[in-house]
Nanobody, 125 residues
Framework: QVQLVESGGGLVQAGGSLRLSCAAS????????MGWFRQAPGKERESVAA????????YYADSVKGRFTISINNAKNTVYLQMNSLKPEDTAVYYC??????????????????WGQGTQVTVSS
């Protein structure tokens, strides 16, 4: 069983930065991609970013390109999301996910396996 625990959320003013972390535990993760999703009130969950185990492949939603950076620390089984130039529309609960199968980037619900409990990010204007 996989456990994903997010941290780093909080309240920040528009233009500010936050760094989210997601620590994975429970089994070996070598070769499994990880990613971040978010869900704002009244909206569907959407993919934000994903990264392969090696870090060589990344995906970003158009809405966050140039502002967010995803990275992975294999030794710590941890994935990070550096969020800069935050906007009020980035306000959401952010969830960490692991790919459903070896090498699969978690960019949709279908391609994702386990999920974390989420961490709230609130950007004030």
């Amino acid at each position: 069983q996989v456990q994903l625990v997010e941290s780093g959320g909080g309240l920040v003013q528009a233009g500010g930065s936050l760094r989210l972390s997601c620590a994975a535990s429970g089994r070996t993760f070598s070769g499994y991609a990880m990613g971040w999703f978010r869900q704002a009130p009244g909206k569907e969950r959407e993919s934000v970013a994903a990264i392969s185990w090696s870090g060589g492949s990344t995906y970003y939603a158009d809405s966050v390109k140039g502002r967010f950076t995803i990275s992975i620390n294999n030794a710590k089984n941890t994935v990070y999301l550096q969020m800069n130039s935050l906007k009020p529309e980035d306000t959401a609960v952010y969830y960490c996910a692991i790919g459903r199968a070896f090498g699969v980037l978690p960019t949709t619900d279908r391609s994702s396996g386990s999920w974390g409990q989420g961490t709230q990010v609130t950007v004030s204007s």
